[in-house]
């Protein structure tokens, strides 16, 4: 199956990369180099057990990609989303036509999920009760 590994993720990768379908293609280009508000994004990028097309992970957002073949894997593409979104990441999924016929509605939607994923609060590194009170 496109997208899940079970063994070394590098290679599989790699091959991904190399055989983009055009949306990927069209997409990389305006995520890649921190152009899209200047936000770092890898592609083909291994999750778990899954090489997910596209990913920030300072905001924990990937997104992916389906072609028609996708109708008829939904039940193990939303697991898939599922696992991930256990993982901690918003998974933004788009059909390719929508890449590439409505380009700037899918970087408005990217961006807001960005923002949202830079927007949520980091972890205290010790509990309140064990900060110091000031005084050593």
Same mark, same amino acid.
């Given at each position: ?21 055009? =949306? ?7 995520? &890649?180099?921190?152009? !899209? @508000? $200047?936000?770092?994004? %890898? ?27 996708? =109708? ?7 697991? &898939?989303?599922?696992? !991930? @979104? $256990?993982?901690?990441? %918003? ?42 009170? $000031?005084?050593?």
């Amino acid at each position: 199956m496109r997208g899940q590994v079970s063994e070394k993720h590098e290679p599989y990768a790699r091959n991904l990369r190399h055989s983009q379908t055009s =949306a990927e293609r069209k997409l990389w280009l305006l995520l &890649r180099d921190r152009r !899209l @508000a $200047g936000f770092k994004f %890898r592609r083909q990028h291994p999750v778990g057990p899954f090489v997910v097309d596209f990913c920030c992970t300072e905001a924990k957002v990937i997104v992916e990609l389906d072609g028609g073949h996708h =109708a008829l894997t939904h039940d193990s593409d939303t697991a &898939r989303s599922g696992y !991930l @979104a $256990g993982q901690g990441h %918003r998974v933004l999924r788009f059909w390719n036509n929508e890449v590439l016929g409505n380009t700037s509605g899918v970087l408005e939607r990217i961006v807001e999920a960005l923002k949202r994923g830079r927007q949520r609060p980091s972890p205290s590194p010790l509990p309140s009760g064990e900060r110091g009170s $000031g005084s050593s």
